[in-house]
């Protein structure tokens, strides 16, 4: 354990990517002990949006600035088709071949359905790994706006929504509760038409709707498969992380997550057939909900 | 006690009234324990869909139509906004007065933030309350696509989401995932425009993706606004019940019900505070979450 550590600490890709799929299969727990208190100095930028407003190149461009700063960097897509490329892809979900790779730049996907006990955990893990593995900026894509992606959302230091004219996408925004969660909106393909309109509407809204912290979300106008606007977006990022006022977002999701973490501890000290069982007498009348749950917290 | 079960056994409106306060408060436990053994004779049906579908109107005119066939209705709606009159309103937070109360129909709104615990259990003990006070239809009608309302519609023997044409809503259903949970589609407002479009395009979504139990949801046209065909979609709501097929998700649904209820209680045990404190302390590093767990379980 103590060698896979310092490997890690190290930043060593293949230690990484073991990892990783450790964290996915729920089995890093005594890892995860020995890395924690490595972590919390990297800054995690969550980055969202609805599909095809250009998620995944922003965050390739994002990351391509960072490194100019030598910043390392990991990516963590999840959404296991994203096209990423240029650093080192650990795990084998990802269908691109690695060209050129970039030692400061970590890749990993995580797909829904490979995660045992939720996306939201296994991405709040996978940012202490790469944290603790000395990544200065740890981004974390999510795809589509359901609510694992708002959990994971969460947890990153600063939401970055990428947004893009035409595209139906001021309507869906409000919808999703997206509103509440982005920090600093990016507004990508801001050399098509509508940009203006889309962007009027966005700070139209902010007069609407107040966030109880009292930000105002920044707006910046990118065309990121250009490289433009970039440096303007990441500025963005650092300027709301420097308010400090996602402290109190983090000292909630924290006290939320361990909470989780603790009701499925608890659950696991029974056995799952139990709760089948329980189900058919209920259904069948034998027995009622409230009485089969006394009856397992041992009250009866 | 006995007497307040007494009253509700005999659908005394203002026992139930006060009941189902308690379901919401979450301070049932004994009553329902109480009218658990009185309960499982009803129909449930989920009406759910985008709004605007004219689900309200929808769901008066099934009523009224149960009312022919003198049954017994309850009427759940999760949305304090939707229009009901007719019945017996319980509850202060419609805002409609009551007219020509008609003994046979209840008629009870939720609110999320009314709800301690959630809105899916207290929309299910909501039906265990009207199912013990003789109702032998319970409808349950939520607003919007949220995961909330995929759990409520769960819980139903069937599920119906009623769509309109030119609203969008083919893309909606898909992507909301109703898909999955729509034994029936009602096709309201059928006599407007693009009506054959959205049949066929339903249709033709049903030889895309097959659901598990085999089923192929059944599509009936309604102008519920003129009580046109109500009787197909009732008859329709019946037709999936009687196969059967949803003893599996009534299974599936309890299992999970009852988990979620120990779950919640076996956290009862601790001090809410903890959490936050918890929190605090995994920020600032003086301890990381995998060892706080081991503690609250009182491993360490």
């Known amino acids: ?6 490997r890690i600490l190290n930043a060593d890709p293949r230690a990484i990517a073991r990892a990783a799929t450790l964290i996915e299969n729920r089995r890093a727990t005594p890892l995860l002990r020995e890395l924690f208190p490595h972590s919390g100095k990297a800054l995690v930028i969550g980055i969202t949006g609805a599909p095809g407003a250009g998620k995944s190149t922003f965050a390739n ?8 700063e030598d910043k390392r960097v990991a990516i963590i897509a999840v959404d ?5 490329s240029g650093g080192a892809i650990l795990g084998d979900r990802i269908r691109m071949l690695q060209h050129h790779a970039d030692p400061g730049v970590f890749i990993r996907s995580m797909a829904t359905r490979g995660c045992l006990g939720g996306l939201a955990p296994a991405a709040a893990d996978m940012t202490v790994l790469f944290d603790a593995a000395g990544c200065e900026v ?28 035409n595209n139906g996408d001021d309507v869906q925004v409000l919808k999703a509760g997206l509103m509440e969660i982005a920090d600093v909106f990016v507004l990508n393909k801001s050399d098509l038409m509508g940009s203006d309109k889309l962007e009027r509407e966005l700070k139209g809204s902010f ?8 930000w105002i979300p920044l707006v910046v106008r990118t065309v990121a498969a250009e490289g433009q606007g970039i440096d303007d977006a990441l500025a ?10 996602n402290k109190q977002r983090r000292s909630e999701v924290w006290a939320g997550r361990l ?12 056995d799952p057939t139990v709760f089948e069982q329980a189900a058919h007498a209920v259904i069948d009348h034998q027995t009622d ?4 749950i006394e009856e397992l917290l041992g009250h009866k």
């Open 1 to 6: 354990m103590e060698q896979f550590r310092e």
């Open 259 to 270: 909470r989780e973490m603790l009701r499925e501890r608890l659950l696991e000290r029974y």
């Open 80 to 84: 296991p088709t994203s096209p990423y």
């Open 138 to 165: 740890v981004i974390v894509e999510t795809v589509g706006v359901g609510q694992d992606e708002v959990e994971i959302a969460k947890l990153a230091d600063v939401t970055l929504v990428v947004l893009t004219p």
């Open 207 to 214: 007069t609407l709707a107040h966030r109880p912290d009292g």
């Open 236 to 245: 963005a990022a650092r300027q709301y992380n420097a308010t400090g006022l």
């Open 61 to 68: 461009q994002l990351a391509a600035l960072l490194r100019k």
């Open 289 to 292: 909900p409230y009485t089969v």
